[in-house]
C-alpha cells in the first residue's frame, strides 16, 4: 500500500493537469482497510491452525504492491519507446520548443459519427519548458466551426513534455468523434496547435514551416464527412443536348462540360442558364459558382451564385468523375443596355472571394472567368 501511494504520488508530479489519480486519494483509507480485512479472512479460512493469519497480511501486501507497481503502473506511465524519426521530413514549428515531424489522417469519406484516426510524431526541438498541451480539431472551411475536438498533453500525459529532452520524438494516436447529428456534408479541416498547460486563448504557439503560419496548422486537404450514400454522379442523358463549345478547365481539379444557352434576351424578364460541372480530380474547397451578365463596360446587369447542389454536396466531397447539372436564373432589368451584353460564368471560394483560374491547354492560369455567350436584346 505504501509503494502504491508513492506511485501515486510521483505520477501526480510528473503529469501536471492530467493527475487524475488524485480522484483515488478519498478511498485509499476504505479500500485498504476492506483489503486488509478481506485477506485477514481468507488466511482465517485457509489457514485456521497455522501461524495467526495476520503476520501474511504484510508480505501479502508488499508483494501485491510491488507487483502492481512494476507489472502495471510502471509500464503504463513510465517513459514511451522514442519513435522513428521519419526520413526527410519536413517539420511543422510550434514556437521554439516542439515541431510536427509527421501527420498521419485517415483520410477516406467518414459517415457523421464515424471516428477519425489521427497519428502525430513530435519531436522536441530543445529541452522544453513547459508542460505544452496539444489542441486536434475538425473544422468546417467555410465558417471555421467546430465538429469535434480532443486537447491533450502529448503522449496522453504519459511523459509530460517538461521532461523530455532535446531530440526526443515520440508518436501518438488520436481519436476524433464527430456527432452523428447535425453534421454539414463537407470536407473538414484537421487543425493543430499548442499552448502552455493552462494558458489562455491567446497563448497559441506560433506555427512556421510548411508554408504554415499563424497559431495554427492544417493538415492535409482535409477529412470528408457526409452519410454514405450522399453523390453527384453527372447525368449524361441530361446533359446530351447541351453546348460543350464552351467547356473550360479550372483550378482545383472543375470542368464546365456543356452548357444551355440562349441566343437573346427580354428585358425585364428571367434569362435561365443551365451549366454541367464535373470533378476531373477531387476538389480540396467548397467552391461556389456564378454566372453575371455584363454591359459593355464590365458592369454586372444580373447575376446567380450558388454552390452546385446548393451545398447539399459540396464539392470538396466530389470524386473524380462526378458532377451537378445546375440552373441559374437572372433577372434582367428592365432598362437594360442595347447590348451587346456578355455572359460569363466561373467559380470562387466563398470565403476568401477568390476565383479559381481557367487553365488553358498548357495547364497555365489563364483567366479567371468564361465567357460563354454574347447576347442581344429581343425587340
Known sequence: MILSLATLVQYTGLALGT?????????????AIGFVAGLHELARRFWPTRRPSWMLIPAATFLLALAAALGLIRPAYGRPALAALPPDATPILFGAELALLEAQVDDS???PGQPVTVTLTWRAQMVPTQDWRVSVALRHPDDGALLAEHTHAPTHGRWPTDRWRAGDAFQEIIILNPPTE??????????????AFGAGDDAWLPVAGRGQGGVQAQIGPGVPIAPTDLGAALDRVATAGLQT?????????????AASLPDQITPGQALTVTLAWQARAAPSLNLTAFVHLLAADGAILAQDDHQPTAGRYPTSLWRPGEG???TYILHVPANAPAGPLTLITGLYHAPSGQRLPVLDQSGQAADNHVEITTLTIAQ
Open 19 to 31: 493527475d487524475q489519480a488524485r480522484l483515488l486519494w478519498p478511498v485509499i483509507g476504505p479500500l
Open 109 to 111: 469519406r467518414h459517415a
Open 182 to 195: 447535425g453534421v454539414r456534408p463537407s470536407r473538414y479541416l484537421l487543425m493543430v496547435q499548442v499552448r
Open 245 to 257: 463549345g464552351v467547356a473550360a478547365a479550372f483550378d482545383q481539379g472543375m470542368n464546365l462540360v
Open 324 to 326: 451537378s447539372l445546375e
